[in-house]
């Protein structure tokens, strides 16, 4: 098999589609979802900064930056992120009317997809490494020396290299998900809003529910847990936690599984612009 032939080729769509990714008019709202929690974030400290005391401690920050993790990046900005850059690597070019190109080309459309893949993956981890690295960061810098210490010689920066391996496994998964949701539907915005419902709900649903989600094992590989007080606390229910030596590679496994679905599809994809 041609491997390097195939190598060069999914590299030379995915610099292609990279350049579409970040260049679009279409990614504009993206751009604002990955900005917004660092506005939060960089105001907080801001405040923080002008008062005569500190009105939360580092661990309290550090909490707060873990409820925006959960309940904002995870649940909205890098799934709103995920579903538009990977449901539009092929919705985008059919109502553009220039998907024949890429089928005319010598180009197996398996290599196609992995090229389009790879070019989200790149756009998507790009974005929301920077927005999560940029938020964790900035939100407790108003302590100075104290913040650095925390971050260098306490647990700071193992808590930061897994908010970024979670980041990263999220954009894996969620955009495994939405590509092949961009192949099948031809408004792929209902099967999304569907699986936000599903993903939403997650933390109510019996554990073995919960397991069929990929907020569950995100959940369980993120650094610091957000307990649910008040009246939602008696409805969560509390699902064991899945270890990291199951929850990094069954995340990888199911995404591959999906793409491989995805490859199947993009085989019998038929494009017609009479739609």
Same mark, same amino acid.
């Given at each position: +098999?041609?491997?390097?032939?195939?190598?060069?080729?999914? @590299?030379?769509? !995915?610099?292609?589609?990279? =350049? =579409? %990714?970040?260049?679009? =008019? #279409?990614?504009?709202?993206?751009?604002?979802?990955?900005?917004?929690?660092?506005? *939060?974030?960089?105001?907080?400290?801001?405040?923080?900064?002008? #008062?005569? #005391?500190?009105?939360?401690?580092?661990?309290?920050?550090?909490?707060?930056?873990?409820?925006?993790?959960?309940?904002?990046?995870?649940?909205?900005?890098?799934?709103?992120?995920? &579903?538009?850059?990977?449901?539009?690597?092929?919705?985008?070019?059919?109502?553009?009317?220039?998907?024949?190109?890429?089928? *005319?080309?010598?180009?197996?459309?398996? &290599?196609? +997809?992995?090229?389009?893949?790879?070019? @989200? +993956?790149?756009?998507?981890?790009?974005?929301?490494?920077? %927005?999560? !690295?940029?938020?964790?960061?900035?939100?407790?810098?108003?302590?100075?020396?104290?913040?650095?210490?925390?971050?260098?010689?306490?647990?700071?920066?193992?808590?930061?290299?897994?908010?970024?391996?979670?980041?990263?496994? !999220?954009?894996?998964?969620? @955009?495994?998900?939405?590509?092949?949701?961009?192949?099948?539907? #031809?408004?792929? +915005?209902?099967? !999304?809003?569907?699986?936000?419902?599903?993903? @939403?709900?997650?933390?109510?649903?019996?554990?073995?529910?919960?397991?069929?989600?990929?907020?569950?094992? *995100? =959940?369980?590989?993120?650094?610091?847990?957000?307990?649910?007080?008040?009246?939602?606390? *008696?409805?969560?229910?509390?699902?064991?936690?899945?270890?990291?030596?199951?929850?990094?590679?069954?995340?990888?496994?199911?995404?591959?599984?999906?793409?491989?679905?995805?490859?199947?599809?993009?085989?019998?994809?038929?494009?017609?612009?009479?739609?």
């Amino acid at each position: +098999m041609p491997w390097g032939l195939w190598a060069r080729q999914v @590299g030379s769509v !995915a610099r292609l589609e990279v =350049k =579409k %990714s970040f260049l679009s =008019k #279409r990614a504009l709202w993206i751009y604002l979802l990955a900005l917004l929690p660092i506005i *939060l974030t960089v105001g907080h400290s801001l405040v923080e900064s002008y #008062r005569s #005391r500190p009105g939360c401690s580092i661990p309290e920050d550090t909490m707060i930056f873990a409820g925006i993790f959960q309940f904002f990046y995870l649940r909205l900005g890098i799934y709103f992120g995920c &579903v538009g850059i990977f449901t539009n690597l092929f919705r985008a070019e059919i109502l553009e009317r220039t998907m024949h190109y890429y089928f *005319l080309a010598p180009l197996r459309r398996d &290599v196609l +997809m992995v090229g389009k893949y790879v070019s @989200g +993956m790149i756009a998507a981890v790009v974005l929301f490494t920077i %927005s999560v !690295a940029a938020s964790f960061l900035t939100i407790a810098m108003h302590f100075g020396e104290e913040w650095r210490t925390w971050l260098f010689q306490s647990a700071g920066m193992n808590q930061f290299i897994w908010y970024l391996v979670v980041t990263v496994l !999220a954009c894996v998964g969620y @955009g495994a998900v939405f590509l092949i949701a961009g192949l099948i539907f #031809r408004n792929p +915005m209902i099967p !999304a809003a569907i699986f936000m419902v599903w993903e @939403g709900i997650n933390g109510f649903l019996p554990a073995f529910l919960q397991k069929l989600s990929v907020t569950f094992y *995100l =959940k369980s590989l993120s650094p610091v847990q957000v307990p649910v007080e008040g009246p939602l606390a *008696l409805l969560v229910q509390n699902a064991e936690p899945t270890p990291a030596w199951l929850a990094i590679p069954g995340l990888l496994l199911v995404s591959g599984a999906i793409l491989f679905l995805a490859a199947r599809r993009v085989q019998r994809l038929e494009v017609s612009y009479t739609e």
